[in-house]
């Protein structure tokens, strides 16, 4: 296990950092929260962020905390989709470098796809207050669990074993139906 | 009011500046973004042109895989060339052809299976597989390469 600081690896996947941002931004517009400001990259920590209203609803919140799983796992499988046949399937000596960045750009966003942990706590921090019931406040609660459970691994490059299998998803599909 | 943050690798919040309190234009991106996402589908659709045949030969891998698996070394042979015909750089093909042919045991086929190894390093598994098959006198032309 080899370890190489996180604004590092942030600059190596910076698109996945800006698809990140776009896609809190992307579902707080969609939920009608008010976006006030958006950095979609920058060298420091936090690589990317998005300033936005308080959501008033737990589903507000839960679609602007959930965005980036969402928009970066569907990207993820529809832009590496072509480049994990010649590169990984295949293992082709030579291949274009077209493929090497979609594989780049994929992966990258992949990588990003977990909400982070400030993502969570602001989460959190609705669940605490609403007073919504019911299978709503229940997947919440689960998918904050989770997704803090994912962000701890990251340490152990689950974000970089997330993306590969999100990759390999469309391809399997295709070859075995 | 209160703001809140949602962020990507977050350890301190930013201080907001109150200049920076104007509502943004909702769905509306900078045209670098878009120039960003333009130049992705570009490459996305470029690539889909290869697809057909990369699904193809992709699919008769996996059929030479199962035919060598049960033992039909002559078919695995035949689908790991038609692998090749589509995609003439394909390393896994080129191994799995060279298996094969060395596995079905016809030494008219064995320069073929040498052939189709010029030029590529193996690593420690491929050669672990290759060198069960191969007959010891083509083993003389490998050699270590240095990691």
């Keep these: 296990m080899f370890f190489i600081p996180g604004w590092l690896i942030s600059l190596a996947t910076f698109p996945g950092v800006i698809v990140h941002e776009i896609a809190h931004r992307f579902f707080a517009d969609l939920a009608d929260v008010p976006v ?15 300033i936005h209203q308080p959501a008033k609803t737990l589903r507000q919140s839960f679609l602007i905390s959930i965005g980036p799983l969402i928009v970066n796992t569907i990207l993820c499988a529809l832009i590496t989709f072509t480049a994990v046949f010649p590169i990984i399937y295949l293992d082709e000596q030579s291949y274009g470098g077209v493929f090497l960045l979609l594989a780049w750009v994929g992966y990258s966003i992949g990588m990003h796809a977990f909400p982070s942990n400030e993502d969570m706590n602001n989460f959190l921090a609705t669940v605490k207050n609403t007073k919504e019931r019911g299978l709503l406040l229940l997947a919440a609660k689960v998918s904050a669990l989770l997704l803090q459970l994912a962000n701890a691994l990251r340490f152990f490059w689950f974000d970089l074993i997330y993306a590969y299998a999100v990759s390999m998803i469309l391809p399997w599909f295709i070859l075995h139906f | 009011m209160q703001e809140v943050t949602s962020e990507t690798n977050v350890k301190n919040v930013t201080a907001i500046d109150q200049s920076e309190t104007a509502i943004l234009t909702a769905h509306k991106y900078p045209a670098w973004v878009k120039f960003f996402a333009f130049s992705i589908a570009i490459c996305i659709l470029y690539s889909l042109t290869f697809l057909p045949a990369y699904i193809g030969a992709a699919r008769g891998l996996k059929n030479a895989e199962a035919a060598y698996a049960q033992g039909q070394f002559q078919q695995a042979a035949i689908q790991y060339g038609y692998v090749l015909n ?38 420690t598994d491929s050669w672990t597989r290759l060198s069960k098959v191969m ?13």
């Design chain 2, 86 to 123: 589509a995609v003439p750089s394909s390393k896994k093909a080129k191994i799995g052809f060279a298996e094969a042919v060395f596995s079905n045991g016809n030494p008219d086929d064995f320069p073929l299976g040498i052939k189709a190894l010029q030029g590529i390093t193996l690593d």
């Design chain 2, 135 to 147: 007959p010891s006198e083509y083993q003389q032309y490998f050699h270590d390469v240095p990691n």
């Design chain 1, 36 to 50: 006030y400001k958006i950095c979609y990259f920058r060298v420091g920590n936090p690589a990317g962020y998005v």
